[in-house]
């Protein structure tokens, strides 16, 4: 135990430093046992916790950095990027707009003890066009409480954490195994997670954005979902003409028995792998309404030059 706690406190910042910096860039492994182990490393130095925290919070503005001008630079493409390497559900986009629609910039002081928000929050932040200033100030604040958090858990606990090095010092090779098993584990559930996810919508049709321009001059009766979360009050945002509008944690109480019976169901929204538009029809599938997919939400449509309107929320 204190030959690994005294490596730690003399190469434990440039091990903390890459481990921070390495997972806030996406990779799936967890920084909080750096965070732990420099803790317990500060048990005995009071300076190697401040100096640990800094390190912290320096990794982790240059990869939130990184993504919050990527967001800037790309929009929500670069959420689509994200999606498609990352393990976890693509509803995570969802919730990290539905975050910032109910908490606004305060949304990156916690996104770091929520899973799903850590990523995504800086590149979306940089999407919807957050100020560098108010994302610098909100970031490190809640980088700081973050990292703070890890370090103090490993000095309060550093004598169970001590015990646990102790243990595995002790099984040598196997507990390197333990170790592997419970990430391949966690990996392989995370998986599994997204590929039933992506099962259970994988049959929902979609319709190309000249379908609905066609059905739409054609007069087609039409009942047309808009599920994206909705903007801060007063702010100003483009839909499809006479789209409803209805977020996805509404569409299992909408009152669809108020829809025409032979109108045709499209859901659209503006994330990647259309999954909130995916998740929405097929919400309605369970309750016997069969629904379709604007394939590309309304950025399809948008570049494709289709008319939209202009609304601003109350």
Not at 22 to 44: C, M, R, S, T
Not at 53 to 62: D, E, G, K, N, P
Not at 74 to 91: E, Q, W
């Amino acid at each position: 135990m204190e030959n690994i706690t005294s490596l730690f406190s003399q190469h434990g910042l440039l091990a903390l430093f890459f481990g921070v910096l390495v997972e806030q860039l996406g990779a799936p492994i967890p920084a909080l046992p750096f965070l732990l182990l420099a803790g317990v490393a500060a048990a005995d130095n009071g300076v190697f916790a401040v100096q640990a925290l800094a390190v912290a919070t320096l990794a982790s503005m240059i990869a939130d950095s990184v993504w919050f001008y990527a967001g800037r630079r790309f929009g929500h493409r670069v959420l689509a990027l994200l999606c498609r390497i990352s393990i976890s559900p693509d509803t995570c986009v969802r919730q990290s707009e539905l975050s910032f629609a109910r908490r606004g910039i305060a949304t990156l002081v916690v996104a770091k003890f929520v899973p799903g928000l850590s990523i995504l929050t800086p590149p979306l932040a940089g999407a919807m066009g957050m100020r560098v200033s108010s994302f610098v100030i909100f970031n490190i604040a809640g980088t700081l409480l973050w990292a703070g958090s890890g370090i103090a858990g490993g000095l309060l606990f550093h004598n169970q954490v001590g015990q646990l090095l102790a243990y595995l010092s002790q099984l040598g090779d196997t507990a390197m195994l333990l170790v592997a098993c419970g990430v391949a584990l966690y990996i392989a559930i995370r998986i599994w997670r997204r590929w039933r996810v992506k099962r259970s919508v994988a049959s929902l049709p979609r319709v190309a954005p000249a379908q609905l321009a066609d059905l739409l001059e054609r007069g087609e009766e039409l009942v047309i979902v808009d599920v994206r979360v909705s903007l801060a009050p007063g702010a100003l945002e483009t839909h499809i003409q006479g789209a409803r509008h209805i977020e996805l944690s509404g569409i299992e109480t909408a009152p669809v028995d108020t829809w025409p019976a032979s109108a045709k169901i499209i859901t659209y929204c503006s994330c990647p792998n259309d999954a909130s538009a995916l998740k929405a029809a097929y919400l309605l599938s369970r309750r016997g309404i069969a629904a379709s997919v604007l394939h590309g939400g309304i950025d399809a449509w948008i570049d494709a030059g289709y008319p939209v309107e202009t609304i601003g929320h109350a």
